[in-house]
C-alpha cells in the first residue's frame, strides 16, 4: 500500500534534508517535481553530494518561470509556471504512468507552491494529486517550511497524509 | 407583443447568466489561462444583448436599439468567443506537447 508522507523542515537544512531524503531513496525511480530551484542547480548540487541522477526524473516548474535557460535535457520537463497547476499534474500523472518499476513521487514544495498559487487552489490540487498517486500505488513524499506549518493548508495536508516529519 | 416571445427570450436571457456563471465556475476551479474569462464576458454581453431583444418584443421605449448597436453587440460577442477558445486551444497544446515529451524522454530515461 503507497504511503503519503509530509516532511516539516527549516529553512536553513533545506538542501541538506532534501538529499538526505533523495539518496534514502536512490533504490527507487524518483519523480521529482521542483517549484523551488531549477533543474539545473539541483543536479549540480546532486552530483557534488554523489548522488546518482540517473533514476530521477524531473518536472521542473521553476525554471522557465524565473527566465532560466532551459535546454533539451535528458530526464526533464519543464513547465511553464508553478500557476500552472493543470500542466503539473498531467505531467506527473504521465511520468508515473510510464514510469515502470519501483517508483515515488517528490514534491519540492508546497510552500513555493503556496508564493504561487492561493491556498484553497493548493488544497484542491494536492488533494485531487495525493489521491491519484494513492490510486496508482506510489509513495509520495512532500515538503512544507517549517515557518508555514501554522497555515491551514499545511495542517489540511497533514490530514491527508499518513506521516507528518519533523516540524 | 406576443408572450411566447418574450417568456422565451427572457428565459434565454436568464440562462445566458447562468452559463456565464458557469463558466466563471469552471475558471475557479482550474485557473488554466486568465483569457478564458473573455468567454465568460461573451457569455455575459449575449444575456444583455437577449435583454435588449426582450425589451423590444415588449416595445418599451427605453431601448431603442439600432441595427448598428445590435451588430456591435454581434460582433463583441464572436471576438471574445475567439480569445476565449483561442487561449484555452494553446492550453490544450501544451498539454498535448507535455505529454508527448513525457513519452519521448520516459523512454530514453528507461535506457
Redesign the interface.
Known amino acids: 500500500m503507497s504511503k503519503i508522507i509530509l516532511n516539516v523542515i527549516k529553512p536553513e537544512k533545506y538542501f541538506e534534508e532534501v538529499s538526505k531524503i533523495i539518496k534514502k531513496q536512490s533504490s527507487k525511480n524518483i519523480i521529482y517535481i521542483t517549484t523551488n530551484k531549477p533543474y539545473s542547480f539541483i543536479v549540480n548540487s546532486f552530483k557534488k553530494n554523489k548522488i546518482n541522477t540517473d533514476k530521477i ?1 524531473f518536472i521542473d516548474c521553476i525554471s522557465k518561470q524565473i527566465k532560466e535557460k532551459t535546454n533539451d535535457e ?4 519543464f ?2 509556471s508553478p ?1 500552472d ?3 503539473i499534474s ?2 506527473a500523472n ?2 508515473i504512468k ?3 518499476g519501483n517508483k515515488i513521487l517528490f514534491l519540492d514544495s508546497l510552500s513555493v507552491l503556496l508564493v504561487y498559487n492561493d491556498s484553497n ?1 493548493i488544497g ?1 490540487f494536492s488533494n485531487f494529486l495525493l489521491n491519484k498517486m494513492r490510486a496508482s500505488d506510489v509513495d509520495t513524499i512532500m515538503l512544507a517550511l517549517e515557518s508555514d506549518a501554522d497555515k491551514n493548508i499545511i495542517k489540511q495536508i497533514e490530514s491527508f497524509s499518513d506521516e507528518v516529519k519533523g516540524g | 407583443m406576443d408572450i411566447i416571445n418574450v417568456i422565451l427570450g427572457s428565459l434565454a436571457a436568464i440562462f445566458q447568466f447562468v452559463a456565464a456563471y458557469f463558466g466563471y465556475r469552471i475558471y475557479k476551479f482550474n485557473r488554466l489561462n486568465k483569457w478564458w474569462l473573455a468567454l465568460v464576458l461573451a457569455f455575459i454581453v449575449q444575456g444583455i444583448r437577449r435583454i435588449f431583444t426582450v425589451f423590444e418584443d415588449v416595445g418599451s421605449p427605453l431601448i431603442a436599439s439600432s441595427a448598428i448597436f445590435d451588430r456591435t453587440l454581434m460582433f463583441i460577442i464572436s471576438l471574445l468567443i475567439v480569445v476565449g477558445l483561442w487561449a484555452m486551444m494553446k492550453n490544450f497544446e501544451n498539454f498535448e506537447v507535455i505529454t508527448g515529451k513525457i513519452s519521448e524522454k520516459v523512454k530514453r530515461f528507461k535506457k
Open positions: 526524473f535528458g530526464n526533464c520537463v513547465i511553464q500557476q497547476l493543470t500542466t498531467i505531467a504521465e511520468a510510464k514510469i515502470s487552489t484542491k
